[in-house]
Every structure is written in structure tokens, then in C-alpha cells.
């Protein structure tokens, strides 16, 4: 089986336009204003005009309000909803309203965090597991932390999931080696400064991924 790839925080046309070509399955636009990636709507728009239908939009949210999910939807022409801090009946909730697929984050640092995969089954489509960002941070991921691969070894995935936290493209190949992902997540690991992504390192990337 191949692996899949979604890349994340884009906000340019070069950058998203690499992501595409590179043949990335999802790429990311970001809703939360505290982050260096965050999108207005009306650069959303006028970067999921660019988006061929064969490559899924994922709108990333921190806890959102339906005021700007309603917003946030319309303007990115959204596909698939990526929720961080969200609670399993507050994603149960606007997976209904929406009826789009909803990615649920679960941030990682030891086994027994895993348990909080299973309180999504029936509130998500998917999981993403992220690794637990340090205290005090201000933004839920995007800041190049990765957790023990390993423990995702044996683990029983109660949904089908992702593998993100400090993915690169020199680490990718082990990090799948290791869990089995069969789709990843990067962010910062493609950047050459916060929020900035870098056009070589999106290629060399998806690249990396295509020869697993």
C-alpha cells in the first residue's frame, strides 16, 4: 500500500502549488489567528481555487465557534475538518452540522495518552496523532515536536488515522517504518521559518514519501 500525504499551514500559491504537484493527497489551510499560518478568508478563497478536485481541502481549527466554521467552510471550500483541543461530543456535534469528515487530533507523549483515540469512535473519521506541544505553548501543533513512535506499535487503531508531530523530510521513512502510518501530516518540518513554508523541502518531502 502506498502512503498518503497532507501538507499543512500552506499559505502561499508557490508553496501550495509545489504541495499539488509533489502529489500531496490533503493540504492544510489553517483557521486559528494565534498561529503564523492562519489565513484570512479571503486568502483561503484564493487558494483553494487553485486546488485541483483530485486533492482534498482540510481546514485545521483549534476549538471553533460555528460562526467561523460556517465562515471558514465556505471560503476554503472545505472537504474534510481538522479539530485540535476539541471535545469528542463538540466533534460528534459539528460532524452532524456539517456532514463533513472530521479529523480529531490527539496529542501524544505517553501510551496512556492513547486512550483518548477511542472517545472519537462515532464522533470522527479519522485521527490524527500529534505530539504533546510543551507547557505553556500557545498553538496545539505546527511547532516541529515529535513523541515515541513506538508507541503506536501493537496499539489497536480504534478509527483510521495519521501520523503528524515533527515529521521532516530526513525522519518521514523511519516514522513509517516504525507506526505503519499509511498517511502523514507535516507542518513546520517544510518550512524554512514559522510559517513559511519552503518549495525544496515540500518537493524533497513528497518525494520521500512516494518512494515509500
Known amino acids: 500500500m502506498s502512503v498518503t500525504a497532507k501538507i499543512c499551514g500552506l499559505s502561499t500559491p508557490e508553496t501550495l502549488d509545489a504541495a499539488i504537484r509533489g502529489g500531496a493527497s490533503h493540504v492544510g489551510f489553517v483557521f486559528f489567528p494565534p498561529s503564523p499560518r492562519s489565513l484570512s478568508r479571503e486568502r483561503a478563497a484564493q487558494l483553494a481555487a487553485r486546488v485541483p478536485g483530485r486533492v482534498i481541502r482540510v481546514g485545521v481549527f483549534v476549538d471553533p465557534d460555528d460562526a467561523l466554521l460556517e465562515a471558514s467552510i465556505g471560503a476554503g471550500e472545505l472537504q474534510t475538518l481538522q479539530l485540535h483541543n476539541t471535545s469528542p461530543a463538540r466533534a460528534a456535534a459539528i460532524r452532524a452540522g456539517t456532514g463533513l469528515d472530521v479529523w480529531a487530533a490527539v ?3 505517553t501510551r496512556g495518552d492513547l486512550a483518548m483515540a477511542e472517545t ?35 496499539f489497536r487503531h480504534p478509527l483510521p488515522w495519521a501520523l503528524s508531530g515533527g ?3 530526513l525522519n518521514v521513512a523511519e516514522a513509517v ?25 515540500i518537493t524533497t518531502f513528497l518525494d520521500t514519501v512516494k518512494a515509500l
Open 107 to 109: 496529542a501524544i507523549k
Open 120 to 154: 472519537f469512535t462515532g464522533a470522527a473519521d479519522r485521527i490524527l496523532y500529534d505530539a504533546k506541544t510543551p507547557p505553556g505553548a500557545t498553538l496545539p501543533g505546527g511547532m516541529g515536536v515529535r513523541f515515541d513512535w513506538s508507541l503506536l506499535q501493537g
Open 167 to 169: 515529521l521532516d523530510p
Open 177 to 201: 517504518t516504525i507506526t505503519g502510518a499509511r498517511m502523514v501530516d507535516v507542518s513546520s518540518g517544510v518550512e524554512s521559518a514559522p510559517g513559511i513554508k519552503d518549495v525544496t523541502k
